[in-house]
């Protein structure tokens, strides 16, 4: 099982950009697909992005298609998030889980780290 810890939130202005940072345990972290989710105050969990085990394929969740976008660095077991253009609805933790298996089905997703906080003020 890979332990994975978030980092890189914090507080940013609407329209602002942030990157969070993924970081991976284990030596088997480029047979997985990797996703990220947040989940806001009162909200449930949300799937908002994805991408497979080498980085050929990704998925967006509609509300952040066009601003976001997921990488993945497989020689330093690392996996990003960088957000363009926020808007106070992204404020939310964010975490980053792993899976073996289609990385733009959310189900089965693991690993799950203790999330980093994002802010977004106007």
């Known amino acids: 099982q890979v332990h994975l810890v978030e980092s890189g939130g914090g507080l940013v202005q609407t329209g602002g950009s942030l990157k969070l940072t993924c970081a991976a345990s284990?030596?088997?972290?480029?047979?997985?697909?990797m996703g990220w989710f947040r989940q806001a105050p009162g909200k449930e969990r949300e799937f908002i992005a994805a991408?497979?085990?080498?980085?050929?394929?990704?998925y967006y969740s509609d509300s952040v298609k066009g601003r976001f976008t997921i990488s993945r660095d497989n020689a330093d077991n690392t996996v990003y998030l960088q957000m363009n253009s926020v808007l106070p609805e992204d404020t939310a933790v964010y975490y980053c889980?792993?899976?073996?298996?289609?990385?733009?089905?959310?189900?089965?997703?693991?690993?799950w780290g203790q999330g980093t906080q994002v802010t977004v003020f106007t």
């Open positions: 889980a792993a899976k073996e298996g289609l990385y733009f089905v959310p189900s089965s997703y693991g690993g």
């Open positions: 991408i497979d085990w080498n980085g050929d394929n990704t």
């Open positions: 284990g030596r088997t972290f480029s047979r997985y697909s």
